[in-house]
Structures are given as structure tokens and as C-alpha cells.
């Protein structure tokens, strides 16, 4: 059975949205093997649940690469995985998290299918020292004209997993008018620092900084618009340097 929810706390673009929790015959190490050797066969629920072509005993091809990461998310001591494979039937890469509660669930699944670089596609981190690990997970959502690099961090807790932070990294759109949008996230102590580009045809740039800090309530992390000025250059729209340092999340140079 697949639940969703979806709950906003403010009016800035953020939301803790939940995904949907599928319930699993098997265990991830098991999953894993099933799709690795096809024996032994992976129930017909947890096939339906990772929806590859691959998961199906009676489908000739294997998956052509796969990861397995038990890593601790939360507050119960049971280890989370997170199971990455390359699915060549389908042309992505899927990111699958387990999470045990009585019995093991999966509580997300990713997919990356354009421009996508497998080894970055989804990493664990922390992005401030307050806010706890997330899963995050960056990949093109653009459309047929669009490059929409898109950077999402979730939040795993109470066994479901709530989208934190989502930030597009880089929009390059090809019609006219053509612009090319950057995203940077910065980070301090206990900050996050988001860095934008803006590049128009003809060549005219602007930028803007906005401020982020971790909400243990609304478990995403929220605008704080009362602390722009002390890490952002006001005039310039750009962050005051040594203030914020890059997190790894956002566009290429
Ligand atoms: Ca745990």
C-alpha cells in the first residue's frame, strides 16, 4: 500500500513532502542478490515495488551495475540501505532507500535518467552541523528545451522520508529568450547560504543570496529572510566571502 502526504509550513517554496512507503517481502541484501544472480527469484511485490524489467525472473538481462550502502539516517539503531542500480532496459539509474520498522520498507526511489552522473547522482550528507544527515539526491528533471539540474535533499524520520531542501542548480533554457540559471549552496555553522546566477542573451548577470536555516519542527530547512545581511552583499546580490563555503551541491564552475 503507497501513502503520501504532504504537510507546508511556510510560504517559501519549501515543503515537507513525504514519499511514498511501499512495504517489502525481503530484505535489502536479499533484493540485492536477487537482482544480481535472478536466484534466488525476487518476490513478484518487491519486483512490482522497484518496477525494472530486470527484477522479473523470466527478463533475460541482469542489472549491468549495482550498489549496496547500509548507513545510519536516524534515531533507531538499525542501519538504512540504499540500493543503486543501472537499469540499461530502462536507460537510468534507480536509488531505492530501505528503512526497517517491524519489517523492511522502502520509503523512496530515484530515478536518473538524463545527463545523469552515477556517482554523484545520490550521496548522504550533512549540510550544517545542526541539521542531520539527509539523502541527497541531484539529477535533470528538464524537459525537451530544458536543462533543470535539480539538487533535493530528504529527511529521514518517523520511517518516512521528507523532502528537506530542493534547489535547481543549473536551468538552461535554449528558446528565446535564452538564460542559463546557476544555483550554489553555501553553508556555515548553521546556515545555508544559496547563491543564484541569473545570465541572459545578451550577456547580463545578476545574482541574489538567500539564507536558510534548519527547522527541527518543520524538519526542512526554511528562509530566514532577518539574516540575509549577515551573509549576503546586499548591494551586489552576492554572499560576503568567508561567511559561507561551498556544501558540493550546486552547479559546475
Ligand atoms: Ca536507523
Given at each position: 500500500m503507497k501513502h503520501a502526504s504532504l504537510w507546508c509550513f511556510v510560504v517559501t517554496g519549501l515543503c515537507a513532502q513525504s514519499l511514498p512507503v511501499v512495504s517489502m517481502q525481503t530484505d535489502p541484501d536479499r533484493i540485492a542478490q536477487s537482482l544480481r544472480d535472478k536466484k534466488p527469484a525476487m518476490p513478484t511485490e518487491d519486483c512490482a515495488a522497484l518496477d525494472l524489467w530486470e527484477c522479473h525472473s523470466d527478463y533475460p538481462d541482469r542489472v549491468s551495475d549495482l550498489s549496496l550502502r547500509w548507513v545510519q539516517l536516524d534515531d533507531d539503531p538499525e542501519l538504512e540501505a540504499i540500493l543503486i542500480v543501472e537499469a540499461k532496459a530502462e536507460s537510468t539509474y534507480m536509488a531505492y532507500v530501505f528503512d526497517k520498522q517491524s519489517t523492511w520498507r522502502m520509503v523512496g526511489s530515484f530515478s536518473c535518467e538524463r545527463s545523469c552522473e552515477p556517482n554523484s547522482f545520490v550521496r548522504v550528507q550533512k549540510l550544517t552541523s545542526?541539521?542531520?544527515?539527509?539523502?541527497?539526491?541531484?539529477?535533470?528533471?528538464?524537459?525537451?528545451?530544458?536543462?533543470?539540474?535539480?539538487?533535493?535533499?530528504?529527511?529521514?524520520?518517523?520511517?518516512?522520508?521528507?523532502?528537506?531542501?530542493?534547489?535547481s542548480t543549473e536551468e538552461d533554457v535554449s528558446l528565446p529568450p535564452e538564460r542559463i540559471t546557476r544555483r550554489w549552496v553555501l553553508a556555515s555553522q548553521d546556515r545555508l547560504v544559496?547563491?543564484?546566477?541569473?545570465?541572459?542573451?545578451?550577456?547580463?548577470?545578476?545574482?541574489?543570496?538567500?539564507?536558510?536555516?534548519?527547522?527541527?519542527?518543520?524538519?526542512?530547512?526554511?528562509?530566514?529572510?532577518?539574516?540575509?545581511?549577515?551573509?549576503?552583499?546586499?548591494?551586489?546580490?552576492?554572499?560576503?566571502?568567508?561567511?559561507?563555503?561551498?556544501?558540493?551541491?550546486?552547479?559546475?564552475?
Open positions: 545542526d541539521s542531520p544527515l539527509l539523502i541527497l539526491v541531484q539529477r535533470d528533471l528538464g524537459g525537451s528545451a530544458q536543462f533543470l539540474m535539480t539538487a533535493s535533499a530528504y529527511h529521514l524520520h518517523g520511517g518516512r522520508l521528507s523532502q528537506a531542501l530542493e534547489v544559496i547563491h543564484t546566477t541569473r545570465q541572459t542573451v545578451p550577456a547580463r548577470i545578476r545574482n541574489n543570496c538567500e539564507v536558510y536555516r534548519w527547522s527541527p519542527v518543520g524538519s526542512a530547512f526554511e528562509l530566514a529572510p532577518a539574516d540575509r545581511a549577515q551573509y549576503c552583499d546586499l548591494k551586489t546580490g552576492a554572499p560576503i566571502p568567508g561567511k559561507s563555503s561551498p556544501t558540493g551541491l550546486g552547479a559546475y564552475p
